[in-house]
């Protein structure tokens, strides 16, 4: 069959949160925006993230009054990324992130509000905040997507309650108290009542949350502005007129499509963390790895961009945004993963021991800083490990709290119930006295609220992770009421943090650090600038937004620029 051809001023290859910022940005500016995504789905990891943003200086955080500089800012990137710190890109970051934010604001659906207290990662370092650089995502009705909502990715069954219901951080916290306040118990019936009502005619709650709320909010505003979005859509090759990039080769519906893009080519397509090239990577410890990145975030971009003499990262601190991972296998055969970010490792009655039954690790510190720490001690898999009285309130994993019956998780051999803290490490298979000891010592310290071991609940992040109704420290209870509960954690990750080298405006650079015409990459396929380091909660998506809104700005101005239309004309006229 021959080839079909298009043309199109802008084609986004991916669907996330970097890649759909610069679509809608590109589209409410006026151009023709194609965005081909390889799966079956829109959305890719983004969809099934947090959604939070890390930004300095925004509307909401000026508004709530936060004390924060310029210079705080770059004065704690430069200490927590170290060697790799890049002042151009810190510098663009700072400068354009909270502009980038107040135009999606204005000019799209997007909509976020300040985290009223969000501690940086690492609160004691300087030029840290308490609050003011995390917000998260306003809720939205995916309705507004119409026939598209189907198409939008799903969060795995395990992030879901009732199997189709999105919930966001307040609303965890909501349910974990509704049995200790009226208020909680009003806020959960009203959500599931309005679940109810959607599930009349929708597979799943269309009131949407977290990531999934991010990826409908700028996939509507984009589609609003006519881009087209194309599915199960695979780029084989990038076309290259002249010395700059003017299209993409597609794979679509069977058949091979050309499609000419004056304006260039954005690389959005989530990374390598789940294909074959990210074993090559990572650290080796054995085959246990679990990724989060969808399977078809398979490092494409890389391909592309080597095939012209791009430039790849190289020295990160890590080459991935690590995060400890679950995975239950259902009987069926299917495998469903679980990231523990934020739910259970900090709470009071929790700790995580290694294979020989020994804690290894602060639990309540972020989930990359967590993971960090198993490589390092070489441990490729570990335990986190509760008593009754922590699953009765928090929960374990995919284990619900009080009043769920666990039982089928049990019968699935991922969660595991012993009556004493003996039986449970005999089942699990580490050495009873070892962690008779352990626990021993971690309850001791736990009943005065203080870790001596590993100061779990020691800083303000650690405790705004904690309970905050629990005291002395919210992170510290002893594991003291049976049975008890655990679950086997490998080393895991949210995406790749490696990616193509860019400029200031996301344009990728060649091996002579000279930018590519027509070729930038957003998003994971970008080569982080935090330079596989974790700051803070949203430092992925943060960059991923203003710099997606920086690429379609710069193509923009590149289009309308009276030489650059004469020379692009004269590229896609071949």
Known sequence: MATLEHSVDLIVLG?????????????????????????????????????????????????AGAEDSPAAMRTYLEHVIGDG??????????????????????????????????????????????FGRALEMVEYDGKHLGPRFKDLKMPPPGMLLFGGMMVNRVDIQHFLNLRRSPGS???????????ARDRLHHPRGTRLTTGNALIARLATSAFAHGAQ??????????????????????????????????????????????????????PALGVSHLSM????????A????????????????????????????????????????????????????????????????????????????????????????????YGLGLARPKPVNNQALIDAGYLYRAATPQALAQAIGIDPQVFATTLE???????????????????????????????????????ASGPYYAIRVHTGDLGSACGLVTDVNAN??????????????????????????????????????TFGWLAANHITARLQAPTTQTETHACTTN
């Not at 990145?293 to 494409?300: E, I, V």
Request: aromatic share 8%.
């Open 15 to 63: 669907s996330g949160a970097g890649g759909l910022a610069a679509a809608a940005t590109a589209a409410r500016r006026g151009l023709k925006v194609l965005v081909a995504e390889k799966a079956g789905q829109f959305g890719g990891t983004s969809a099934i993230s947090g959604g939070a943003v890390w930004l300095y200086g925004t509307d909401q955080a000026r508004a």
């Open 85 to 130: 710190y890049d002042p151009a890109l810190v510098d663009a970051f700072i400068e354009h992130g909270h502009q980038a934010l107040r135009w999606l604001e204005q000019h799209t659906e997007l909509r976020y509000s300040l985290r009223p207290h969000s501690p940086d990662y690492y609160p004691d370092a300087p030029g840290a905040t308490q």
């Open 185 to 195: 118990l009003w806020h959960c019936l009203k959500l599931m009542a309005r679940y």
């Open 229 to 282: 979005l194309w599915l199960r859509s695979e780029a084989l090759e990038l076309i290259v007129e002249r010395g700059a990039v003017t299209g993409v080769v597609v794979q679509r519906e069977g058949r091979r499509e050309r499609v000419l893009a004056r304006g260039g080519v954005v690389c959005a397509m989530g990374g390598f963390a789940a294909g074959a090239l990210a074993a090559s990577y990572r």
């Open 293 to 300: 990145s969808p399977c078809s975030n398979d490092g494409a």
């Open 302 to 393: 890389l391909r592309l961009g080597q095939a012209v003499s791009a430039a790849v990262g190289e020295g990160l601190a890590a080459n991935f945004f690590w995060a400890p991972v679950s995975e239950l296998r259902h009987a069926g055969g299917e495998r469903e993963r679980f990231p523990h970010l934020v739910t259970d490792r900090a709470k009071p009655g929790v700790i995580a021991v290694d294979p020989s039954g020994r804690r290894f690790v602060n639990e309540s510190d972020s989930y990359h800083h967590f993971v960090q720490t198993m490589f390092a001690k070489g441990i490729a898999n570990c335990w986190l490990v509760c008593d009754a009285e922590a699953m009765n309130r």
């Open 441 to 479: 010592q971690f309850n001791s310290d736990a009943r005065n609220g203080i870790d001596r071991a590993f100061d779990k609940g020691g800083n303000s992040y650690n405790r705004y992770m904690g309970d905050p109704q629990h005291t002395p420290n919210p992170c510290l209870a002893p594991l």
């Open 508 to 545: 990728v650079l060649d091996r002579n650090a000279q930018p590519i015409s027509g070729l930038y990459a957003v998003g994971n396929d970008m080569n982080s600038m935090m330079k596989g380091t974790y700051p803070g909660p949203g430092i992925t998506l943060g960059p991923a937004l």
